[in-house]
């Protein structure tokens, strides 16, 4: 800064405005380029600084969203296994051959289990919640994300209504069976069950009864259908999810 001084106190002493003048304006050009340029990379590093924090973010999704894929594999595995058992038991109901395949009715029971797909949304809502969410604003992975928690919504209102009516007919099963031969059947260790005087066919005419029951049967034939709808549910979102991934990877290594 000395040498710009010593440049502007010649001028004066040699009484130069014209030269003083134009100096004084590259003075200010130069300290407007400069400052535009110290505003440049402040901007640069806070861009930076934005686009490490949304790269957090969308790696915390991606975390959250694999473990949904493993979820997902499990969930289709058990309702896949309960429906293939169902849709047997609906045949045999057709075929008017119960007394053939109690077992197989007393298996089509896990079609009152209370199974619900529980993905882990923190990391979406965490982003959706920070001032970074617009940065992705009308991407690829915006729409992606969109529609994957749109189906998860679909998907739990599905699980919820098949849910519900089994918990309902359920329910008015325990108002007309006694369940206590059935339940020791299920949980009591076998050779404590053969100390007791109750045989082995009383527990099966006990379960015979229980399974002829209508709301036992509307269960059945409703997961043998209904399975299918949401294990369908299911594929669409892994699907997504698989994309969700692919995007997220496309823009952290970038």
Same mark, same amino acid.
């Given at each position: 800064?000395?040498?710009?001084?010593?440049?502007?106190?010649?001028? @004066?002493?040699?009484?130069?405005?014209?030269?003083?003048?134009?100096?004084?304006? #590259?003075?200010?050009? @130069?300290?407007?380029? #400069?400052?535009?340029?110290?505003?440049?990379?402040?901007?640069?590093?806070?861009?930076?600084?934005?686009?490490?924090?949304?790269?957090?973010? @969308?790696?915390?999704?991606?975390?959250?969203?694999?473990?949904?894929? *493993?979820?997902?594999?499990?969930?289709?595995? #058990?309702?896949?296994?309960?429906?293939?058992?169902?849709?047997?038991?609906?045949?045999?109901?057709?075929?008017?051959?119960?007394?053939?395949?109690?077992?197989?009715?007393?298996?089509?029971?896990?079609?009152?289990?209370?199974?619900?797909?529980?993905?882990?949304?923190? #990391?979406?809502? %965490?982003?959706?919640?920070?001032?970074?969410?617009?940065?992705?604003?009308?991407?690829?992975?915006?729409?992606?994300?969109?529609?994957?928690?749109?189906?998860?919504?679909?998907? %739990?209102?599905?699980?919820?209504?098949?849910? +519900?009516?089994?918990?309902?007919?359920?329910? *008015?099963?325990?108002?007309?069976? +006694?369940?206590?031969?059935?339940?020791? *059947?299920?949980?009591?260790?076998?050779?404590?069950?053969?100390?007791?005087?109750?045989?082995?066919?009383?527990?099966?005419?006990?379960?015979?009864?229980?399974?002829?029951?209508?709301?036992?049967?509307?269960?059945?034939?409703?997961?043998?259908?209904?399975?299918?709808?949401?294990?369908? @549910?299911?594929?669409?979102?892994?699907?997504?999810?698989?994309?969700?991934?692919?995007?997220?990877?496309?823009?952290?290594?970038?």
């Amino acid at each position: 800064m000395k040498i710009f001084r010593k440049i502007r106190q010649k001028f @004066l002493s040699e009484n130069n405005f014209s030269k003083y003048f134009i100096y004084a304006i #590259g003075e200010i050009v @130069l300290v407007v380029i #400069g400052i535009l340029i110290a505003l440049q990379i402040n901007n640069w590093n806070q861009a930076k600084k934005d686009n490490n924090a949304l790269k957090e973010y @969308l790696v915390k999704i991606k975390s959250h969203t694999i473990e949904d894929l *493993y979820k997902l594999d499990s969930i289709t595995r #058990g309702r896949t296994q309960i429906a293939e058992l169902c849709k047997k038991t609906r045949t045999s109901i057709l075929d008017k051959t119960e007394d053939e395949n109690l077992i197989l009715f007393m298996s089509s029971g896990f079609a009152f289990a209370d199974i619900n797909f529980k993905p882990n949304t923190g #990391g979406y809502e %965490a982003l959706k919640n920070s001032s970074y969410f617009g940065k992705i604003n009308n991407t690829p992975l915006d729409s992606l994300l969109t529609r994957y928690h749109s189906l998860i919504e679909e998907i %739990a209102a599905s699980e919820k209504s098949y849910n +519900d009516y089994a918990k309902s007919q359920q329910a *008015y099963l325990s108002t007309q069976f +006694d369940r206590s031969l059935m339940l020791a *059947y299920a949980f009591v260790p076998p050779d404590s069950l053969k100390l007791r005087a109750t045989t082995q066919a009383e527990y099966f005419e006990d379960f015979a009864a229980y399974t002829s029951a209508v709301p036992y049967r509307n269960v059945i034939s409703l997961a043998a259908w209904q399975f299918d709808t949401m294990i369908a @549910l299911y594929g669409q979102l892994k699907d997504l999810g698989v994309n969700v991934i692919e995007e997220i990877d496309a823009i952290t290594n970038d």
